[in-house]
């Protein structure tokens, strides 16, 4: 698994570039928190009772990008892939049958789906919300992807320091 060189968003842009630069450099900083690891240490939880690991933390982005652009302003019928109503918090229950490199495959090919879904919408298209059934518009759903990738990449920095004492990026 390899990440790209992290491109600093653009300081002055329109809108749409703006939320996207910063949407994409979210997601390859939770990459880069990944980068080098083995399966074991991406598998390592953070301390009990938690079961928080960044296997966990990408299989969990895995959902909620496939949620809000799949399911949410696509309206397609797109199961969670890891957590269920019997288990909310699937995404972050590992078992030796989950492999890393079905984890990261999944999470990009959501990455993918979710351009494509965005890709000549318009900032105020609306997307029928399946969480608090409300509305959305694609605006809000960067804004809130955003706010999503910053807060976990926070429990990632912790838990790859954690690991390795690695710290920044």
Partial sequence: MTTTERQVPPLLA?????????????RLTLAAKCEGLD??????????????????????MTDVERHWFRRVLDGQDAKPLYWSDADQDGDFHLTEADTV??????????????????DGRSLNDVGHGR???????????????IE???RHNGHA??????IDGSTGA
């Fill in 14 to 26: 329109d809108e749409r570039t703006m939320l996207e630069s910063w949407l994409d450099f979210h």
């Fill in 148 to 150: 999503e990738y910053a």
């Fill in 157 to 162: 920095d912790l838990l790859r320091e954690r």
């Fill in 39 to 60: 399966d074991a240490q991406l598998r390592e939880t953070s301390a009990p009772p938690s079961e928080l690991s960044l296997l966990g933390l990408v299989r969990h």
């Fill in 131 to 145: 969480w608090r059934d409300q509305e959305c518009s694609l605006r809000w759903i960067y804004v809130h992807m």
């Fill in 101 to 118: 490199e079905a984890g990261f495959a999944a999470w990009q090919a959501e990455i993918a789906a979710a351009r494509t879904v965005a």
